[in-house]
RNA sequence: GAUCGCGUAGCUCAGUCGGUAGAGCAACCGCCUUUUAAGCGGUAGGUCCUGGGUUCGAGCCCCAGCGCGAUCACCA
């Protein structure tokens, strides 16, 4: 809605009025409105003097920008820069859109940029090969305007690939004033909450979401190639189970039901396997009710896979590969150069435990007597596992962030979904990738046995605090289904937005997913 | 949640010792047929994040708040 202090200087065609994305103080609308004013005052120009519908309409036979400077013949431009050009331009011919990101007006001649995905390419404009209506736009648009041009492609005389235009046309006006030409949208935040002017004013932006789709197929691809079949199961969970993580909760009003965002799908794709399926997996989104930090958004993208009678070691391998096949090689990072060719670096957590602490995860004394001098806090009977747990972090830190590393063999009592070793019940087979300091994903041979199961969810609940257990229950439905009978196999999760960073070099979280959650804008309090 | 940093024109940024607001781009008017962040001349554009305080005087100093960022904590 309009502010009432917004001043037009002309009448306004326009019903509705114009809202920003920013900002809704008094103050903004007002500043801003006064470069919004004119170019409303320009598109009603366009439609009086010259009948344009400045919105646009269908366009056929449209080519990428890109495509279009490919179809450049360099003996056709020749042809026409000599003293006796040919009758018939030989210049092959091509309709582009884009948005105009440059502007170069002179009189009788003017140049532009556009923009599209594909890459920018230059329109030349010259009085004498466009009808008067035509040039009088070409020669007043604005930058942000995304205009349709048609014409021979051609060259300037200083050697710029572009096309001569000999029809052009206005197929959207922009009404808000775009960020700076040269140095794009910068503020972080802007990007962020505006991300559609971020996507055209920044190409990196634009570039990195285009990979982030190119890897996401070539995961699905991959996983189908290897006998997977892609599944979907629910985000809505009257159980929050297969983490640990805090839960969002909803409401189903039909139903009167409190339901939770899923934390993770483990305990659906499972139940695939009790029902037959041999190989499944899931790109989808969890949901934790966490901090936010470079490499934590509240939701985030998952695949799990699980693979009957595989193992542990067969889904590292796999794992392994995959991301050989992404990567493809050495893939910098930051100062970091990282080498996915395989194998990757394998550690034991007790191995790399006891390197950094120097004691035994299984020595009691010596662990609670560390974490007695770290000054953690802990209840007199806090549990020896859980002490061992919060002292891994620091050990996470002696992992050379430049070489992916599994670290192997985690103490069974911190991994209850996970089979745990036949001649040493304290450890599981369970391991977990990092990768330049973050955890990429979680691997296991999966735990089958209903009665250790129960066992471990039982022993999981017990001692939790009161927050804790107002969303962590007992799953009795999982229960029953290995009661029915899930074969051997072996799963895992992976970080599909870690890997896109890990892939396109972003160092945030936030560069790689599309709409960061961020607070509302306004400052207004809802509380 | 803690600590630190940042918040000035639509955008990108200056702003000295506390002395009453600056540039470039964008906009508007004019000139220009080979520009490449085009150029030249002119005009206009500000709740200096918000609210308090100190002061004769605050963009600048102090307090509180809001937003963003970084680090840490949290996140099996």
């Known amino acids: ?270 139940r695939l396997l009790v029902g037959g399926m041999r190989k499944v997996f899931e790109i989808n989104r969890n949901f934790r009710n966490e901090g936010i930090d470079r490499s934590h958004n509240p939701e985030f993208t998952m695949m799990e896979a699980y693979q009957a009678f595989g193992d542990c070691e067969s889904v590292l391998e796999l794992t392994e590969s995959l991301l050989r096949s992404l990567a493809g090689g050495v893939v ?24 950094t602490h120097g004691c035994s995860i299984f020595d009691e004394q010596a662990i609670h007597a560390l974490a007695k001098k770290k000054g953690m806090t802990l209840d007199p009977n806090a549990n020896h596992w859980l002490l061992v747990e919060g002292m891994f972090d620091e050990a996470e830190d002696a992992i050379d962030p430049s070489r992916p590393t599994f670290v192997t063999d985690f103490p069974a009592p911190l991994s209850p979904l996970s089979r745990p070793h036949a001649d040493n019940p304290d450890l599981a087979w369970r391991a977990e990738l990092f990768i330049a300091g973050m955890e990429l994903g979680n691997f296991y041979t999966e735990l089958n046995d209903p009665d250790i199961q129960r066992a471990r969810f039982t022993e999981q609940l017990n001692g939790i605090t009161d927050e804790d257990a107002a969303f962590r229950t007992l799953d009795e439905d999982f229960l029953e289904a290995l009661l029915v009978g899930m074969p051997p196999a072996g799963g895992f999760g992976i970080g599909i937005d870690r890997i896109v960073m890990l892939l396109t070099g972003q160092t945030s979280i936030r560069d790689v997913v599309l709409f960061p959650l961020l607070r509302p804008a306004g400052g207004e309090e809802d509380s």
């Open 1 to 270: 809605m309009l502010a009432p202090r917004i001043r037009i200087t002309q009448p306004c065609p326009i019903e509705g009025g114009y809202r920003t994305g920013m900002s809704v103080t008094d103050s903004t609308d007002r500043t801003e409105s006064d470069l919004v004013a004119a170019r409303r005052a320009k598109l009603a120009r366009w439609r009086d003097e010259l009948g344009i519908d400045p919105w646009g309409s269908r366009v056929d036979d449209l080519l990428a920008l890109a495509a279009a400077r490919a179809l450049f013949d360099e003996a056709a431009a020749d042809a026409m820069d000599a003293e006796t050009p040919p009758e018939t331009d030989p210049r092959p011919r091509a309709v582009v859109a884009g948005r105009v990101v440059q502007h170069r007006a002179m009189g009788k001649l003017c140049f532009m940029v556009l923009r599209d995905e594909s890459g920018d390419l230059q329109i030349s404009c010259s009085k004498a090969e466009l009808e008067t209506a035509s040039f009088k736009l070409a020669s007043k648009v604005d930058y942000g305007d995304i205009i349709v041009a048609e014409g021979p492609v051609g060259r300037t005389k200083r050697g710029e690939v572009c096309i001569w235009a000999d029809r052009f046309e206005v197929h959207c006006k922009s009404l808000a004033p775009p960020p700076e030409k040269y140095h794009g949208l910068t503020d972080a935040e802007q990007r962020y909450r505006r991300r559609y002017v971020d996507m055209y004013a920044n190409p990196e932006t634009m570039q990195t979401f285009h990979r982030r789709s190119e890897i996401v197929s070539a995961i699905r691809r991959f996983m189908e190639d290897h006998g997977f079949l892609e599944v979907e199961t629910p985000m809505m969970q009257a159980v929050a189970g297969g983490a640990a993580a805090k839960p969002f909760t909803t409401h189903h009003n039909a139903l009167g039901l409190d339901l939770f965002l899923r934390i993770a799908p483990e305990l659906y794709l499972k």
């Open 332 to 355: 910098s990072f930051g100062d970091l150069e990282i080498d996915y060719d395989p194998p990757f670096d394998r550690i034991a957590y007790g191995e790399l435990f006891e390197r």
